[in-house]
């Protein structure tokens, strides 16, 4: 079976130059994007001298173009006071609040769509205003809270007021409510509780929205800045984004340094949409659409 050629919306097959020319478009457009990122890679590997010089190389060359590669920067970086610890504190971090947060979300998701109770729909209107906000205007209540339980300057303080996401809810709560309501009808004159529907037919269905809401939640809380730097003081309690921030500002003239902790950052996020990327494109599709 050969495969389908791409069509405009007309129905007719765009011409073979604007195809090139389209191609040729997101070629120099992946291109623009890598560049920071190649630059970035090639500069952890350069030693200190070759990082600024007369002529611009991208590859960890001397002056002369003789190869100059070094793990140097890796090693030293990890020296560094607090950025291991650091790393270890953002691991432990998403470790636990991303399953805490992905199961609050669903269960109220869950009730949101399913289970009737007084005030539903507008409990659920007031919900959404908070998406609405910008979330700076949500950043001093959330730290008076927080100062409040005694959490500050804890990892316990970046755990707890994260746990819950109005969009999370939002986005799986509309999954919730394309499932068919005859499954979960058949499994209540069963005898099965809400609670057993939920964790054995509901939760299961909804697995391409899960993936999302995990994946983008990892994301976004692996690289949150804003909120450790709030909340936190104490160097040894440092996430991986606020020890790269503290690097970069301390050592102004180490790029090689701040570039190497910065490739150590972002590759837990690119080795997480390698393995789950089929998930997530299905999770997009199927939130999306439908």
Request: charged share 15%; proline share 7%.
């Given at each position: 079976?050969?495969?389908?050629?791409?069509e405009?919306?007309?129905?007719?097959r765009a011409p073979?130059?604007?195809r090139?020319?389209a191609?040729?478009?997101?070629?120099?457009?992946s291109l623009v994007?890598?560049?920071?990122?190649?630059?970035?890679?090639?500069?952890?590997?350069?030693?200190?001298?070759?990082v600024f010089?007369s002529?611009?190389?991208?590859?960890?060359?001397t002056?002369?173009g003789?190869w100059?590669g070094?793990?140097?920067?890796y090693?030293?970086?990890f020296?560094?006071?607090?950025?291991?610890?650091a790393?270890?504190?953002?691991?432990?971090?998403?470790?636990?609040?991303i399953?805490?947060?992905?199961?609050?979300?669903?269960?109220?998701?869950?009730a949101?769509a399913?289970?009737?109770?007084?005030g539903?729909d507008?409990l659920f209107?007031a919900?959404l205003?908070?998406?609405?906000?910008?979330s700076?205007?949500l950043?001093?209540?959330?730290?008076?809270v927080?100062?409040?339980?005694g959490?500050?300057?804890s990892?316990?303080?970046?755990?707890?007021?994260?746990?819950?996401s109005?969009?999370d809810?939002?986005?799986?709560?509309?999954?919730?409510?394309?499932?068919?309501?005859?499954v979960?009808e058949?499994?209540?004159m069963d005898?099965?509780?809400?609670?057993?529907?939920?964790?054995?037919?509901?939760?299961?269905m909804?697995?391409?929205a899960?993936?999302?809401?995990?994946?983008t939640?990892?994301?976004?809380?692996w690289?949150?800045?804003?909120?450790p730097?709030?909340?936190?003081?104490?160097?040894?309690?440092?996430?991986l984004p606020?020890?790269?921030?503290?690097l970069?500002?301390g050592?102004v003239?180490q790029?090689?340094?701040?570039?190497?902790?910065?490739?150590?950052?972002?590759?837990?996020?690119?080795?997480i949409f390698?393995i789950f990327q089929?998930?997530i494109?299905?999770?997009?599709?199927?939130?999306?659409?439908?």
């Amino acid at each position: 079976m050969g495969h389908r050629r791409p069509e405009s919306r007309s129905g007719r097959r765009a011409p073979a130059a604007l195809r090139v020319l389209a191609f040729l478009l997101l070629v120099a457009g992946s291109l623009v994007a890598l560049a920071p990122f190649a630059w970035m890679v090639a500069t952890s590997f350069k030693q200190p001298q070759d990082v600024f010089t007369s002529t611009p190389h991208l590859l960890p060359t001397t002056e002369d173009g003789q190869w100059a590669g070094t793990l140097a920067s890796y090693t030293e970086v990890f020296e560094l006071g607090g950025f291991g610890g650091a790393f270890l504190n953002s691991v432990l971090v998403v470790a636990v609040l991303i399953p805490l947060k992905v199961l609050c979300a669903a269960l109220a998701a869950y009730a949101f769509a399913r289970i009737p109770f007084p005030g539903r729909d507008r409990l659920f209107a007031a919900l959404l205003t908070t998406i609405m906000l910008p979330s700076v205007t949500l950043l001093v209540p959330k730290v008076y809270v927080t100062q409040w339980l005694g959490m500050a300057d804890s990892l316990t303080g970046l755990i707890v007021p994260s746990l819950v996401s109005a969009f999370d809810i939002f986005l799986l709560r509309q999954f919730f409510l394309t499932h068919p309501k005859e499954v979960e009808e058949a499994a209540m004159m069963d005898g099965a509780s809400r609670l057993r529907i939920f964790w054995s037919i509901a939760l299961p269905m909804a697995r391409p929205a899960l993936a999302v809401v995990t994946i983008t939640a990892f994301i976004f809380h692996w690289n949150d800045l804003l909120w450790p730097l709030v909340i936190l003081s104490d160097q040894e309690k440092y996430t991986l984004p606020l020890a790269l921030q503290a690097l970069a500002s301390g050592r102004v003239a180490q790029p090689h340094l701040v570039m190497a902790g910065a490739v150590v950052a972002v590759m837990p996020v690119i080795l997480i949409f390698l393995i789950f990327q089929r998930r997530i494109l299905d999770g997009i599709q199927f939130t999306g659409l439908k």
